[in-house]
């Protein structure tokens, strides 16, 4: 259980940018009111490279290209809702088409805010930026990877890096490297693979406790470590993703991995059908049955 003292991946978010900004001429923050509040001492003694553009979300994108185009490196951050699905045509045109980099932090993805309603919920996020080319995308579990996982990505110069933060974690840190799938449990040479992602991994690990099975962690899912992916592979090429987003994100990079040998994957993930009755998160886990007793189900189900 998440002690009273520690911080939230938002809260790790705000104390690891404003060291950056501090540290970093060169980094600059670009928000649309959320998240105001963590920033208002590092905005006074850096007004020129903390910006907030107020309910604009075309706008945020739209600054945060121009200041990539003046040699700085933009973070910029609101709920996911509006920061990716809002101002899409911004993300194509104002940052991949001009060919500049920039940092998108988002929060409050899928279900992290039931009382907010669909206009709060983003679970098409991470599918929706598949559409375009050259993104680099992070879902950390715990706060401790969001502060490694964001440190890389603001370190990327000139590349586009989507950091997908959550109320939603694990309990522990795992010792993730950017990019890099990363062998949790280990099964036999028989067993099929699980790859979960960010903070499904605890509900993973819950659900196949007694279950022959290789679990993966991963903490970055673009670019999809395939190499990784195969290296985990026993004389089963099943495998089953456990993502916290839309059901099927990863599926096709699943399939491109394994492509060279006779595979099956199954996808699971928050499903494309609404759900309409807005409760807690782990009210909403169990109704898309991502918590750890339907996950064993599904899971036993398909892989025996």
């Not at 659900?207 to 999809?224: K, S």
């Not at 339907?294 to 189900?301: G, K, M, P, T």
Request: avoid cysteine; aromatic fraction near 6%; charged fraction near 20%.
């Amino acid at each position: 259980m998440q002690s009273v003292h520690e911080a939230t991946m938002r809260e790790q978010f705000g104390a690891t940018v404003t060291e950056l900004l501090e540290r970093d001429p060169r980094t600059a923050l670009v928000l649309a009111d959320i998240g105001v509040a963590q920033f208002a001492e590092v905005a006074r003694a850096h007004p020129d490279r903390v910006v907030n553009v107020g309910i604009r979300e075309q706008l945020l994108i739209g600054v945060a290209g121009g200041l990539a185009l003046t040699g700085l490196r933009p973070i910029a951050h609101t709920f996911a809702s509006f920061l990716i699905e809002r101002p899409f045509e911004q993300l194509k045109l104002d940052l991949v088409h001009q060919g500049v980099g920039a940092v998108l932090v988002s929060a409050a993805g899928s279900y992290d805010w039931p009382a907010g309603g669909r206009t709060h919920m983003a679970p098409g996020d991470v599918a929706l930026l598949d559409t375009l080319p050259d993104w680099h995308v992070h879902v950390p579990g715990h706060p401790a990877e969001a502060d490694l996982l964001l440190r890389h990505a603001v370190a990327a110069e000139d590349t586009l890096q989507y950091v997908r933060l959550s109320e939603h974690r694990n309990a522990e840190p795992q010792p993730v490297e950017p990019g890099a799938f990363l062998t949790v449990r280990r099964g036999s040479r028989l067993a099929g693979v699980v790859l979960a992602v960010g903070p499904m991994l605890d509900a993973v690990l819950a659900a196949t406790g007694t279950l022959d099975v290789t679990v993966l962690y991963a903490a970055t899912v673009r670019p999809f470590d395939a190499a990784g992916l195969r290296a985990a592979l026993g004389e089963r090429a099943d495998v089953v993703l456990v993502e916290p987003y839309l059901v099927g994100t990863s599926e096709r990079e699943a399939h491109r991995a394994l492509a060279h040998l006779p595979h099956r994957v199954l996808s699971l993930g928050v499903p494309r059908a609404e759900h309409r009755h807005y409760g807690s998160i782990p009210e909403h886990l169990a109704a898309y049955g991502l918590d750890a007793a339907a996950l064993r189900a599904r899971i036993a189900e398909y892989l025996w």
